[in-house]
């Protein structure tokens, strides 16, 4: 079962405009991550925020986390046709034990970045 | 490049034969998790090995199990395979059973059930 709702499911912009994406879940987590996805092939990580950060950024990407919420947000900025991609979040639940690394995924945000 | 390595990229099977997919997860990493992406959805988790035992399952069914070798690469096999098994599978590799550890994916293997 899907942990997250992604939002948008489809984002289209123009080169140097800001991409924004909202995901949502359910459950107490260690960690909520970020990957993009190119073309149906594999998934490429882009930043990861631990579950006491509450904004995190990394070269044009900035991600926020509201656990009161349970939701995150995907800002990137002065994007580029290069980023056309789907972008996914996932949480790793706060399961305890040896239950790291089970990542749960949302549905995904497909981004088009018009050149 | 993640240095995680999956084989065969693509692969046609016949509804209830049978099939291995084979993941050489990167140099060190000790846990490999496969995972099932169906078309326009996100992946689903579906087995995690450390260090040759499976250390937690998904909602797949018991045809759907996976080995993992003292190297530490891995293969997933399905048996009696169905239409809705047709997907792309993706292995991630990891270092240990931390929090907050990063997981590295291969590029996935796509199956057709025909």
């Known amino acids: 079962s899907q942990q997250g709702e992604e939002d948008p499911q489809a984002l289209s912009i123009q080169e140097g405009e800001n991409a924004t994406m909202n995901c949502s879940y359910k459950?107490?987590?260690?960690?909520l991550q970020w990957y993009r996805q190119n073309s149906g092939r594999g998934l490429v990580h882009l930043i990861l925020?631990?579950?006491?950060?509450r904004e995190k950024h990394s070269g044009r990407l900035r991600v926020t986390l509201d656990t009161s919420k349970k939701s995150s947000s995907l800002l990137i900025t002065a994007s580029r046709a290069a980023d056309t991609a789907s972008y996914f979040c996932?949480?790793?639940?706060?399961?305890?034990?040896?239950?790291?690394?089970?990542?749960?995924f949302g549905q995904g945000t497909i981004l088009t970045v018009h050149p | 490049e993640t240095g995680v390595t999956q084989s065969p990229t693509h692969l046609i099977k016949t509804r209830g034969q049978q099939v291995t997919l084979r993941c050489s997860s990167q140099?060190?990493?000790?846990?490999v998790s496969w995972y099932q992406q169906a078309l326009g959805q996100g992946p689903q988790f579906i087995f995690q090995?450390?260090?040759?035992?499976?250390?937690g399952r998904g909602n797949f069914p018991p045809r759907f199990s996976g080995l993992q070798f003292p190297n530490y690469s891995s293969e997933l096999n399905v048996n009696a395979l169905e239409l809705d098994d047709s997907a792309l599978y993706l292995c991630?590799?990891?270092?240990?059973?931390?929090?907050?550890?990063?997981?590295?994916f291969g590029q996935g293997t796509r199956l057709t059930v025909v």
């Open positions: 991630a590799s990891s270092l240990g059973l931390m929090r907050d550890t990063e997981a590295f």
């Open positions: 996932a949480t790793d639940a706060n399961a305890g034990g040896t239950s790291y690394g089970k990542l749960t």
């Open positions: 090995y450390y260090r040759e035992e499976e250390n």
């Open positions: 140099s060190g990493h000790n846990t």
């Open positions: 459950t107490s987590i260690n960690n």
């Open positions: 925020i631990r579950s006491n950060e």
